[in-house]
DNA sequence: GGCGTTGTTGTGCAAGTGTATAAATAGCCC
DNA sequence: GGGCTATTTATACACTTGCACAACAACGCC
């Protein structure tokens, strides 16, 4: 007989189907690369057949875009989160923080080969570029505060130009770092690069060895 | 009539031809991503049809291979290039290094783009990120011993596992700033992006401000 | 000048692409 | 339990892709 039977399946609720095609995308693009990353693969990640796809997408660019918007929210939200300390001194605080964005999980080779395909279009893609212009400001004004506190503790009174500087500086700092570790993190030894990064962000800072402290 | 006249060409010098063809591919991935550059686009640019890359290149695979090499070829040389500067003090050539490695022409969106799209795919191609690798340990040393001299020049010794922290750390200040700038040059003011980084590698040694100096 | 070599063109093809749409069925309401 | 509806499958289609190959013509050699 072999009734052409048709595939079983279930009905998922709408926003629950739409994250597990996102995943699935970045998934695939993790793995093939933006243009490997076809509708059927995809669909096959995912658990469904590739039409679905345009019952929650009305194309394949829009599941791009959606796709990398979610992975843009995820990575800032992480780095966000290392900001959380509430009780430590702001200097303890940088250094957390530095710490928390040079390991895991935010060191992670499947995160940079998103950014990186991702970001390797921006130059084609307005949005691309808009959206990484404003997640960095919002991570260059995150550890812009932060520095502020950091100097106004040591009771120096920077210029804005002087906090932007730093800032800006710092942010580099981290994402040269980061870039290493998620691409050669066998070169380097566990926490080292943490270490460097602490380091060297103090030393920017022109802060002292830490002195035993205030407690 | 309408003979269906063939189009005319000429022939070209076989390495010619290869360097025009891995050129039109590195302008064709810029423009249109590694999935977008086919071809019949790259012949296009190239000013040749499709049919004559096979006679080149075994496959496309090789000539993105090639083009990937040919690229960081001249990533490399470049920066180098920046090494060149003979008769000045060791500080001094360390701070034209780095503004050299922030301004035109390395910072520059096409190349960045060039550079994330293929480096994106380092995951999954461990012949990209061997090349990576290959290029930044390169780099780094150069890095390295330019930051031996400049300490030497002040009568500091310092243990290898220190020189190497200073080039990790340095090459990560150049590297970040290098992103900022190809990403989002117009953020930034004529010449900042090269004071900032001139600055914070001097704090990342420890070097006090420029003294009227030895002359 | 003719001729042979081979760089170059043009066409063909099977596989795979995104999109469109019809057919089926899972799950909810009564 | 029996329909209704909208999620899901499955198929079709026009198009593009990388690759293969036969025909052609530019250029060096005699």
Redesign the pocket.
Known sequence: MNA?????????G?ER?RQDLIDATLDSVAEHGLG??????I?LRA???????????????D?LQEAYAALMGRMTEQAKAALAMEDASPRQRLAAFVTANLNAPIIDQRVFSLWATFIGRAGAYPTLARAHSEGYLGFRNEVEALVAEVLAAERRKPDPAELRHHAIAINAIIDGLWIEGCLAGEMFSPGELAAIGVKTVEAELGLGPETGGNQ
Do not use: D, M, Q, W
Request: proline content about 6%.
């Open positions: 052409p039977s048709r595939r079983k399946f279930r009905r998922e709408e189907r490997g990353a076809t509708l059927r693969t669909a658990g469904v057949t590739a039409g679905l796809i345009r019952h929650y997408f009305p194309g394949k660019e599941l």
